[in-house]
């Protein structure tokens, strides 16, 4: 019996296959504190090898397939080490459709693939508790880690170095989305230090009341609620300059199709929520006209909030 078991262990521990969604996090008043998943994938095969080895599809593809400083690699190999195990080198074929350092979750959902081939190739058995804590606390927040491994929207805060309190909400409704993602990628650290050190208690007030608004129209299904509740005095107006599709597309708030626009993440990629009862393909076309006339670019994604994560 035992043989068995050890060659069922093995086979089982011999590949894994990853899916891993791209997320939005903020949803403007709700920063660091909330982050949906979108129906855009990375999907990683991974199998022991003699060397570490990565061959890549799909966008940024140079990124993707470049060993030195691997975000995959690098957190798989450190949470290896840190637990004293084994570092067993891997081949990876990866597929990624998110894009990268635009304000997808990138980042959490390459950190997670890595501690999820640490927990599968080393036999750490973490639960999704440590999991999500662990990438969190790499990530110096929770949202973006918190969506992507469990999908749906999550409200999450940090609690201690390494612990991570979530929630997960199944909103109500059809919730279509558009991503307006440049050609430029922003560094969430470069957008970080536009913030100022301190706010109005004003500022303060108007945004716990927002997310709290925001939340009851995820939860109800108010699509009507959007537009106000996505407003934000926290971080939006302080990155709209290193983020001009958010000005842009905020003027379209309220026009045929649209709820609300925000920034995805840091940026500078924006996610425009649309009217389920409208035409998704017509509000596309309207969106991509409207940023035609203002001389901006962007590509412009049809997705929708994913109930699953990490697969």
Sequence with gaps: MSKKKNKKTSRHSAWLRLALPATSANLGPAFDAAALAMDLYITIDA??????????????????????????????????QAQGTEVIPLSL??????????????????????????????????????IIGEASRREHHPDNASACWMGGLTVARMSGDAQAQ??????KGKWPLLLAVPDQALSTEEARRALPAQYSRDDAVANIQNSMLLLAAFTQGGHELLSA???????????????????????LTGKPGVLGVALSGAGPSVIVFLDPDFSAQTTRKSVAAHLARSGLRAQLLLTSITPRGVR
Aim: charged share 20%.
């Design 47 to 80: 199998r022991p090898a003699p060397s570490f080895s990565i061959t890549a599809t799909g966008r940024d593809q140079e990124i993707c397939r470049g060993l030195e400083n691997h975000l995959i690699l690098s957190t798989y190999s450190e949470i290896l």
């Design 166 to 171: 979530v929630v997960r909400i199944r909103p």
């Design 229 to 251: 509740a996505l407003e934000d005095r926290i971080h939006q107006p302080y990155r709209a300059r290193f983020c001009p599709l958010l000005p842009c597309l905020q003027e």
């Design 93 to 130: 074929r990866i597929k990624n459709d998110i894009p990268i350092g635009k304000g997808c979750g990138s980042s959490a959902a390459a950190r997670l693939a890595g501690i999820a081939l640490a927990n599968h190739f080393g036999h750490l058995h973490w639960t999704d508790t440590q």
